[in-house]
């Protein structure tokens, strides 16, 4: 981790679940303090920042964004929230880390860049994925060419929620369905390993609230080349990803999104590697967003505008091709 003696003073908007396991790996950086916390319950964010030794609690996004000493704001609210509270950060000149996905379409997302610039602030999608040693590593192997070019990848994230149409994984007002919530994991793989695709194939089971339940996706490249993609909130599944080789194939185990670890298969031999990663694994992308922060650079060397846009232009595609409208 990089030291610097300037502290990082971190706001955080939503209190979630997700919000604790960044707030827990905030601890672990060395420049890092929880400045304020911010819900629309006092109660809440009382709790919350208490648990995580904030400074300052708060009843009101507005009230934060006006805390003089919070330096950059984690958004850790539901999809549909996610341009309005960058928006608002933003305004009032805050830099902003701001949860996957980005916006709710494309056009937000550029609205959200546009503000950014025209405030001369930081502004990064929290795709905490890209940041993590074992993706990483997966990243350079790709283009170290060791194993020669991806003739195929397959990815999938499935996990069986419990059916409540007022709960932001089915509530169609929250943004709700499979492929914003996780198939937006599989769908950046494919963006990071292999690029935009030429032609996109995809269709959906739907739920009575009228979110995709499940979602299966191809994505065809130049010499046939396919990235198999697949998102479900009605059934477990694997959750790795495969990439195939000209000269072997490495998979990425269960949880290939978080922490996770690889194996290697060339000339019939197989090697493991194991990434000994002791918290949640959020602390990564928080760390970048520190060196940026500290370089006075508005834009991440990593998770870029443009990444960010290509990748809410995909998922744009795919809920024009399944009929999914919010």
Request: net charge negative.
């Amino acid at each position: 981790m990089k030291t610097d003696s300037k502290e990082i003073n971190w706001g955080i908007i939503g209190c979630g679940k997700i919000a604790h396991k960044f707030a827990q790996d905030l601890r672990c950086l060395d420049n890092a303090k929880l400045q304020a916390v911010a819900s629309r319950s006092i109660e809440k964010s009382t709790a919350f920042g208490k648990e995580h030794n904030a400074s300052n609690y708060y009843d009101s996004y507005e009230s934060l964004c006006a805390d003089p000493l919070v330096d950059v704001i984690y958004i850790a609210t539901p999809h549909s929230f996610h341009f309005e509270h960058t928006m608002l950060c933003l305004d009032q000149g805050k830099a902003v880390l701001c949860e996957k996905p980005f916006a709710m379409n494309a056009n937000q997302v550029a609205q959200m860049i546009d503000l950014a610039k025209e405030k001369n602030v930081f502004l990064m999608e929290a795709m905490w994925t890209y940041f993590l040693p074992h993706y990483q590593y997966v990243l350079n192997l790709i283009q170290s060419k060791e194993l020669g070019e991806i003739t195929h990848l397959k990815a999938d994230f499935g996990y069986q929620f419990d059916f409540d149409p007022e709960s932001r994984v089915y509530n169609k007002r929250l943004g709700g369905g499979s492929l914003l919530d996780i198939g937006i994991y599989p769908v950046f793989a494919a963006l990071s390993m292999l690029g935009k695709p030429n032609v996109i194939e995809a269709n959906a089971t739907m739920s009575i609230t009228e979110v995709d339940e499940n979602c299966k996706v191809i994505f065809n490249y130049d010499n046939d080349v396919q990235a198999e993609l697949y998102s479900s909130i009605v059934e477990e599944t694997p959750t790795e990803a495969i990439i195939k080789f000209e000269k072997g194939t490495v998979k990425i185990h269960s949880g290939f999104q978080e922490p996770s670890s690889i194996t290697i298969y060339r000339n019939g031999t197989i090697e493991q590697k194991m990434f000994q990663v002791e918290t949640n694994g959020y602390n990564f992308e928080a760390s970048h967003v520190q060196e940026m922060l500290l370089g006075n650079l508005k834009e991440s060397s990593i998770m870029s505008f443009e990444t960010s846009l290509d990748l809410m232009n995909l998922l744009d595609s795919i809920r024009a091709k399944i009929g999914l409208e919010y």
